[in-house]
């Protein structure tokens, strides 16, 4: 636990030290100052990863294991999949084995192409560095980095995607829709990215939004069932089964951020961009409906979710006049709930993907 609460402790040091030695105690800090704040915590959190122990992350021994693999396979054997891993992530592993990476630096360097793109996008696009810390830090995209190597990596194009998105570059966008595909074919969903940013979608619209987001989740097991014959092959193949993954604390989550940022917001103070994020929150509770029927529509929900810990900061940053006392008051009750919550599951551990027991390499056993 010490490793997680180090985590959120170092950035509050930072902070305070900012506020009360260069600031004289004034609560007050420069766009500068939070983007130093938000680069201490993705400091710590890549110096997390790259020095976890092998026990740290559900998949990651056999993610190891398959290094292993590649590194004794020539590269007609990748292409033929004799290892069975995406093409990207294959050839990726091929480079650092002729390399001759060892363990511990395939390790780091799959943390640093992880986090800097992710940082990246945080650091440049928050509107409150503490409120993004404790949104990621609660969803799924903080504990993917650690296990699932190759969606982590297909999620850090995610930024790159975005780039491109907001400057209307459609081959740039499509080109980084195609690296994250190599290394995870789920991301091909990321392509609805680009049309659904671009939509101006108004508070005129939840007359008919409404009604059609219910129907999408009443009928979201025929939806997911019939998406899926659609899609057909290995896909149906592998996640044609329909169940109950009981996940529907995230779904409520979602809704309750959509809803905040259609009642509070003023639009009349909202850009493209403003709207363009807001979508993507409707597009996380859209994706999520599906989740309670499969897990795998959780784990393609992790593309976008990266936008959450910044559309939902800018929403409340765009609030009307009148609301602007609860949207500072929710802030604050989103930062400790959020927090504490995070810190509560790092007490406990034993969590599914085996994050929330951190043990350095050094005391692996």
Request: glycine content about 6%; hydrophobic content about 55%.
């Amino acid at each position: 636990m010490l490793a997680y609460v180090m985590l959120l402790l170092l950035p509050l040091i930072v902070f305070a030290f900012i506020v009360l030695v260069i600031h004289r105690g004034i609560y007050v800090y420069s766009l500068k100052e939070e983007r130093i704040l938000l680069g201490v915590f993705f400091a710590i959190f890549f110096l997390l990863l790259c020095l976890r122990g092998k026990s740290v992350g559900v998949d990651l021994e056999n993610y190891l294991h398959r290094y292993y693999q590649i590194s004794r396979i020539d590269l007609a054997g990748v292409f033929e999949k004799q290892v069975p891993v995406d093409i990207g992530y294959g050839l990726l592993n091929k480079l650092f084995a002729v390399l001759g990476v060892s363990d511990r630096v395939f390790i780091i360097l799959i943390a640093i192409l992880t986090v800097f793109p992710l940082a990246w996008l945080y650091i440049t696009e928050t509107d409150n560095w503490m409120l993004t810390v404790s949104l990621f830090i609660i969803l799924p995209i903080f504990s993917i980095c650690f296990t699932g190597l190759r969606q982590s990596l297909a999620i850090a194009a995610v930024p790159l995607q975005f780039y491109f998105t907001k400057k209307k570059n459609i081959i740039g966008f499509l080109l980084a829709v195609l690296l994250a595909y190599l290394f995870h074919s789920t991301a091909i969903f990321t392509l609805i990215l680009y049309p659904v940013y671009h939509i101006r979608i108004k508070k005129t619209w939840l007359l008919g939004l409404i009604p059609l987001m219910a129907a999408i989740y009443i009928f979201n097991r025929q939806l997911y069932s019939l998406t899926v014959r659609l899609l057909g092959g290995k896909f149906e193949e592998r996640y044609g089964e329909i169940g109950n993954t009981g996940a529907y604390e995230m779904l409520l989550l979602f809704v309750l951020f959509a809803v905040v940022s259609f009642v509070l917001t003023d639009e009349n103070l909202m850009d493209d961009d403003d709207f363009g994020l807001r979508n993507l929150l409707l597009l996380t509770v859209v994706f999520q409906f599906f989740a309670p029927v499969n897990s795998i529509a959780m784990r393609l929900n992790y593309y976008f979710l990266v936008f959450i810990p910044i559309a939902v900061p800018r929403m409340l940053v765009l609030h009307k006049v009148r609301y602007r006392k609860f949207a500072l008051a929710a802030q604050s009750v989103m930062v400790v709930a959020f927090s504490g919550y995070f810190l509560y599951k790092a007490y406990r551990g034993g969590d599914s993907m085996h994050v929330f027991k951190y043990v350095p390499f050094w005391r692996d056993s």
